[in-house]
């Protein structure tokens, strides 16, 4: 297979690149009556999975290209009912966001960002190189959008700076030649914690050659795989929190969702949250712990490992010695003492009748067998396995 060694990846740098599909096709020119013949050639980078366009558009030359676009002379009144559908999933999508800033590159004529705005209440702002969709979004919504490119924005003079916490690009991103620095910009729309989302085509299966002209043109500049598109984050200063394919439309697309913050800052929350998980759990055993004890004169405590020893260090005052025996069958474990209590065997002659029994260990396998000791001993006796699963179906 060639590569082409001359061209680098715009997003990871890497320069083997491997070209998938060539098209060449007619140029007219203005200034003058000759055709020209053009092509453009699609290379794949075998690192990060990027396909993106040669030769690459020159920022001018795009400017000029969004600026009298054709999507610009499309009936926006017809673009409507298409809007309608294909939008109502991504609305749905961001309602888990609830957003309440929220600005929109590449916003067309503005469709979007007025069912956002009124859907979540929200402040709305955009950019969109088109003149006549600008036009459209101010006289259809009363929205009005910057004029320009993301590249040109400047975001400082315009006070946008961290001012919104939902940046959205739809159908934008394949159009950037330098994806990188769009979500950096893009970034520094957003405030700490805020959102990017996109959607971009899929290619599905690039080396498979099922390029198809319903995607493939020469203003598709990048596409993308989920590798790619968590790489972009990587790059961007971003976190890429979710990515998916729709392939439900005419034509397939990622969306992806970016967070504000750096990966190991969203580690660090994660592993928050889950101690936390296991600390409110452990209060609601001890809870059930106290529960059972306060009503009983002889509460069995049955399976002394890890996890009881965990419920005694952090509440050993739950735990009445004149109420509670700690009871195991494992001989290691016999005679040895925590606190005021020594573990013995299950035996009634050592430890009296028990008229609840708690089963203390979280493994399924030791718990179960516990149980079937303890019904055997015990037929009539409350038992009640502290560790098992719901907490609304945990008695036996
Ligand atoms: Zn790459």
Known sequence: MNHFEKHLCRLCGNSMLTPLYREDFLELRQTSIAVHT??????????????????????????????????????????LTVKDQYYQETIEFLKRLQPRRIFEVGAASGYLLHQLAETFQATVGGLEPSDASRRWARNKYGIKLLPGMLSNLDIKAHRLQGAFDLVIACAVL????????FMRTAGDLLSKGGYIYIEVPSLS???????????????????????????????????CIHVEEIKTLVVPIYRALFLKQSSAAITEKLFRAHVQWFDNRLDLILEDCRRYIGGASNVWIW????????????????????????????????SKHLGPFEITPPDSDLCGIPDVILIASSSHLIWKNILKDAQDLFPQTPIHILYKGDYNDRAY
């Open 174 to 181: 394949e159009h950037a030649a330098w994806p990188v620095a």
């Open 205 to 239: 299966h690039p080396l498979k050659s099922e390029l198809t002209e319903k995607v493939v043109q020469p203003f598709h500049l990048c596409y993308y795989t989920p590798a790619s598109i968590i790489h972009l984050g990587a790059r961007a200063g971003l976190t």
């Open 38 to 79: 053009n092509s453009f050639i699609y290379l794949l980078c075998s690192q990060c999975g990027l396909v993106q366009v040669e030769p690459t558009p020159a920022p001018e030359f795009l400017e000029r290209y969004y600026r009298y676009a054709p999507v610009a002379g499309l009936d926006h009144e017809l673009l």
């Open 303 to 334: 399976g002394i490992g890890d996890d009881f020893f965990k419920l005694w260090t952090l509440s050993p005052e739950t735990f009445d010695p004149t109420k509670c025996r700690l009871v195991d069958r494992n001989a290691v474990k016999i």
